[in-house]
């Protein structure tokens, strides 16, 4: 008896796989494409993070105003 395969194409990325016992990543040609299938279903769109290497921070530097008026002059 021969293993029968479905050839199939993966809805992922097009590419050509076999819907087999084999393929544990059916319907999808390997695991790459079947995790951006799934985080496609969670969040709706697959994006890509973007890495941002800000290390530049902005110090607020507050003036404090001291207003201190008042000529204290003792007799
Ligand atoms: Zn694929």
Redesign the pocket.
Known sequence: MTSQKTEIK??????L?FYSSENKYRP???E??RLIDLGQWADGTYRVPLKQTDGYQDADVEGADDANSGANSED
């Open positions: 993966c809805p992922q990325c097009g590419l796989t999808f040609c390997s790459r494409c």
